[in-house]
Structures are given as structure tokens and as C-alpha cells.
């Protein structure tokens, strides 16, 4: 089964695995039952403990790393484990007789801050100019004030601030943007999914459209229906789900993406055995000890693609193929002997002849290797052709000729041209981008070039126009 087929299937055991237990809780939540306290204060009490070993192993290791968003990721498993901790100690029938408002509030509050709480992490890390220990600080001080007020109100009830009713208009606003919260964060998270296909960021996702859910039923049901038992259950296991792979990522030195939900196609490139695969991987290895030019050639021409891709609103399925096929687009050059790879010259007819058949024979070895999609193996057959059908192998048109594969050209081409060759000296920056507007239209896109300039820009700066060097036949060689 091909990498794009075998996608749509883990996505919909996905689908069902996130959705299953909302569909239970609508059918069947809301049965009346009575159910022992005690199965409440030793649940939830897990639940907390959960929340807080998350929180602790988060805030060391995002303060060992120096990094912001997993202090922050930290701090929310922080405040939702001490509310869920007041939540569990108020359980009526333990430390005080009968229902109390500490109980409810704590039991409404907890997923909405912790849904706030990750929203900051996610999306307002810029403007936040703190270092580590500040954040740290204020962590700790938030959880101490917290638990401080918590434990007064058990004895002073009148501390806790009155909290609208189940399915009032006050919990129902208060579930409308908690909801928008997590639906913003599953969002983030499941683009990350797309990129990296790990099975651990669709887990992330799951656990919280599971948050969300339980959330639901926190706000709209009562202690006698089955539903918000049930709600319970299911926020442990979204904590879990959510921060057991977070943990996983942080063991591993590596930052957690799904939460962060920052993640660029060109970190596929950079770092491709972790998130494309090993089989990518070997190829890439396999490349750099034939000929460590055309390796560190194809890094560069993936990373600028990918980059290209982003500003043209590619997909994130598009980018991950775009990523694969930039990273193997020479591959085919294993089978060019080391006499013509390693000419010390110019090539000849003959010998430029085998070189064309590069393209051909990369996309043939893929489809032997196997685990690569259709759409990988065609940038890697076509990333030679041209809009005017000049190209080679198969000399195709515009019209035949995608986006995706259009823009692996272009950077293909600029970076040959920018590269050093035995048999010439490396072209200026302006003159290899004077020689791709001169022929935009005939043998490479618009769009593509305009959007390669943006992203070299941010490379480079300003830039100068240099006059471009004699070179006859530039762009059929560039990148051969």
C-alpha cells in the first residue's frame, strides 16, 4: 500500500477514535445514576497526579533546554492538576460533608484554563518576552496561589466566586470559547500530523479533541447523569493521550511539535530520519557516500523547495511529498558511472546523454525500494522538464507539468547555478536570479521564481546584480 493510500486509512481510525466516546456521551450521558464518591475522589485524584507528573517533567526539561513553550505547555498541566487536585479533595462525603461550591467550581474551571493555557503556548510565545526562570516563577507562584485559595475555600466557602449552572447561558459561553480554543489547538496539531505522519502527533490530536469533550459534559450535565461521569473518565485519558507523547518527544531531546504547532516543512529536511523515515534516510547516506556535492546539492534544493511551497499555500500532505522528492531528486545519479559523475571537465554529447537518464532511473530505484508515494516519484522523473517541453526526460509542457514539480526546478536550477563546478566557477546570486526571470514563462514559472526570491532574500538580505557569466547552455546543465 502507497504512503498517500495508507494515510486515509489512520486517519479514519483517527476519526473514530476521537469522535467514539462523544457519540457514547450524547446517546447515553444522560441517564440518572448514583455512583459512590469515593470512585470520584481516587479518579480524579489519578487524574491529578497525572496532570502534575506532566507538569513537573515538562517545566524541568523545558527549563534544561531553555525552552519557553514547554515551560508554558508545563504550567497548563500544572494549573489543571492543581484544580483537579481541588476538585478531588471536595468531594463530598471526605473532607467536607456535602456538596460545596469548590467542587464545582474547580470541576467547570479546569479544562478552560487549560485550554487557555495552551492556546498561549501555541500561539502567543512571540510577544511574550520572558526568560525561562520568570516563567518558572510565575508557574509556581500561580500554583501555590491557586492551591492556597483552594484549600481556604473548603473552610470558607463564601471564597468561591458563584459559577453559572449546567447548560446556563454563562457555562454555554464559557464552552463555546474553551471549545474554540481546542478546536484551534487540534487543528495545529493535526497539521502536524500531515507533516510528520507519526502516529504519536495523531495521539496528540485525539487526546484533545477528547479534552474538548469532556469539557462538554463538565458544562452541560450534572454529577446524577452518566454523562459527566463519563466526561471524568474521559479527561484523564485526554491528558494522558496529550501528554504521554509530549514526554515521549522530550526524552528524546526533541521539542514537543503537536503542542508547540510550529512546525516547518524545511524541519523535514533538516532533520529527515525523524520525521520522513529511515528508508529516506539510507538513500540520502547512500548519495553522500557516492558523490557529497550532489548530497549536500539535494539538502539545500529540498530545504529552499519546501520553504517555496510554504509561501505558495501548499498543502501539508504537498510539502512533506515536496520535502521527500528534494531530499531523493538525484538519486537516480547512482547509476551514472564515476567517469562521468566526477568528470573533471565539461561533458560531452555521449556523456551528457547519461546523464539525462538520471531522472528515470531515480523514480525506477524508488518504485524498487518501495514506501514512497507517486507523487515523490514524479518530481523526482520530472524535475528536469520544462513549461516549453525542452526538458528532458519525456519532454513535457506546461500544462503537464505540476506546481510541486515547477517549484523543485526552479531551486534546482538556482542552486546548481550557485554551486562551484571543476569545469566553471560558481555563478553571483544576481546573476543566477537574472538568468531564471530572463527565462520565466519559457522554462520555469512565475510564481515559482518570484516566490524563491522571497525566501532567498530572507537568507541573504539585499542583494547585487552581477552580470551574468558566459555559460552556453545553462539551464539545460544547470542541475544535471
Known amino acids: 500500500m502507497r504512503p498517500r493510500e495508507r494515510l486515509f486509512p489512520i486517519l479514519a481510525i483517527g476519526t473514530v477514535a476521537a469522535g467514539l466516546p462523544a457519540l457514547v456521551e450524547w446517546t447515553a450521558g444522560g441517564h440518572h445514576v448514583q455512583i459512590d464518591g469515593r470512585v470520584h475522589f481516587y479518579a480524579v485524584g489519578f487524574t491529578a497526579l497525572a496532570a502534575a507528573a506532566a507538569c513537573v517533567a515538562l517545566s524541568l526539561v523545558g527549563a534544561r533546554f531553555d525552552d519557553k513553550r514547554t515551560v508554558l505547555v508545563g504550567g497548563a498541566f500544572g494549573v489543571m492538576g492543581a484544580l483537579l487536585a481541588l476538585h478531588g479533595l471536595a468531594t463530598p462525603g471526605f473532607i467536607i460533608p456535602k456538596m460545596n461550591g469548590v467542587i464545582m467550581f474547580t470541576g467547570g474551571a479546569t479544562l478552560p484554563a487549560g485550554a487557555a493555557l495552551l492556546a498561549l503556548s501555541s500561539f502567543g510565545m512571540r510577544p511574550l518576552r520572558l526568560g525561562i526562570r520568570p516563567l518558572l516563577c510565575i508557574e509556581a507562584v500561580l500554583l501555590a496561589a491557586i492551591m492556597g485559595l483552594g484549600v481556604s475555600a473548603i473552610y470558607v466557602p463564601s471564597l468561591v466566586p458563584s459559577i453559572p449552572a449546567a447548560n ?130 539535494t539538502r539545500r534544493v529540498a530545504l529552499r523547495a519546501v520553504q517555496v511551497g510554504e509561501l505558495l499555500g501548499l498543502s501539508p500532505s504537498r510539502l512533506r511529498a515536496l520535502a521527500t522528492g528534494g531530499l531523493v531528486h538525484d538519486i537516480g545519479k547512482l547509476a551514472v558511472p564515476d567517469s562521468i559523475l566526477k568528470k573533471p571537465g565539461a561533458l560531452d554529447d555521449e556523456e551528457y546523454a547519461v546523464i539525462k537518464r538520471h531522472p528515470d532511473q531515480g523514480a525506477r530505484l524508488l518504485d524498487e525500494v518501495g514506501g514512497f508515494a507517486a507523487s515523490v516519484r514524479r518530481l523526482v522523473r520530472n524535475h528536469h522538464e520544462r513549461l516549453d517541453g525542452k526538458g528532458y526526460p519525456s519532454g513535457l509542457r506546461a500544462d503537464e507539468i505540476d506546481l510541486d514539480t515547477r517549484i523543485l526546478t526552479v531551486c534546482d536550477v538556482y542552486d546548481a547555478l550557485m554551486s562551484p563546478r571543476v569545469y566553471r566557477p560558481a555563478w553571483t546570486h544576481a546573476a543566477s536570479i537574472e538568468l531564471l526571470r530572463n527565462d520565466t514563462g519559457t522554462a520555469f514559472d512565475a510564481r515559482c521564481v518570484k516566490a524563491l526570491e522571497q525566501v532567498l532574500a530572507g537568507e541573504r538580505g539585499e542583494t547585487e546584480r552581477d552580470p551574468a557569466p558566459a555559460f552556453a547552455g545553462a539551464v539545460a546543465t544547470a542541475g544535471a
Open 168 to 297: 446556563s447561558p454563562g457555562a454555554l459561553a464559557t464552552l463555546a470559547i474553551s471549545l474554540f480554543l481546542f478546536f484551534l489547538l487540534a487543528a495545529r496539531a493535526l497539521r502536524t500530523f500531515l507533516l510528520t505522519r507519526r502516529i504519536s502527533d495523531l495521539v496528540v490530536v485525539i487526546g484533545i479533541v477528547w479534552l474538548g469533550t469532556s469539557l462538554v459534559a463538565a458544562l452541560t450535565m450534572t454529577y446524577v447523569q452518566l454523562g459527566w461521569w463519563l466526561g471524568h473518565g474521559l479527561e484523564l485519558d485526554g491528558i494522558l493521550a496529550v501528554g504521554i507523547p509530549v514526554a515521549l518527544d522530550l526524552a528524546r531531546s526533541v521539542q514537543s511539535r503537536p503542542l508547540a504547532g510550529d512546525l516547518h516543512a524545511s524541519d523535514l529536511v533538516l532533520a529527515e530520519e525523524a520525521f520522513l523515515g529511515s528508508h529516506v534516510r539510507a538513500l540520502t547516506l547512500s548519495l553522500a557516500q557516492r558523490d557529497d556535492y550532489t548530497e549536500q546539492h
